[in-house]
């Protein structure tokens, strides 16, 4: 048997992260993993939970991201107000420069 690898679809701005269903695909045997799955979960309530197997639902970048999006809609402010454009690509450009200057490798500064 070949295993099927398939593309999680991009989530909608209101969704959360809805591909554990998907992470049965994956494996070679995907009734038994999704039988193993199920047996190693305590609460019937853990085996339709939505978050991402790869997070859990104590840190989710799925929620967050939605969650800070919430967020934002609701300060109503406009994005040329919250930050400048120039300062963002300001910043990008020095923090860039700084990686090349480091030789593109993170070295940690002895103490």
């Known amino acids: 048997m070949q295993a099927v690898y398939?593309?999680?679809?991009?989530?909608?701005?209101?969704?959360?992260c809805?591909?554990?269903?998907d992470q049965f695909d994956?494996?070679?045997?995907p009734d038994t993993a999704e039988q193993h799955h199920n047996q190693m979960l305590p609460a019937e309530g853990?085996?339709?939970a939505h978050f991402c197997s790869m997070c859990g639902p104590?840190?989710?970048?799925?929620?967050?991201?939605?969650?800070?999006?919430?967020?934002?809609a609701k300060q109503n402010v406009p994005l040329e107000q919250s930050i400048a454009a120039e300062e963002a690509e300001a910043g990008t450009a020095e923090m860039f420069e700084r990686?090349?200057?480091?030789?593109?490798l993170?070295?940690?500064k002895s103490v």
């Open 58 to 72: 104590k840190f989710c970048s799925m929620k967050i991201r939605q969650e800070v999006r919430d967020f934002a």
């Open 99 to 104: 990686y090349r200057e480091g030789g593109g």
């Open 46 to 48: 853990a085996k339709t």
């Open 18 to 21: 809805t591909a554990p269903a």
């Open 6 to 16: 398939r593309k999680c679809p991009a989530p909608a701005p209101s969704a959360r």
């Open 26 to 29: 994956l494996p070679l045997g």
């Open 106 to 108: 993170y070295v940690a």
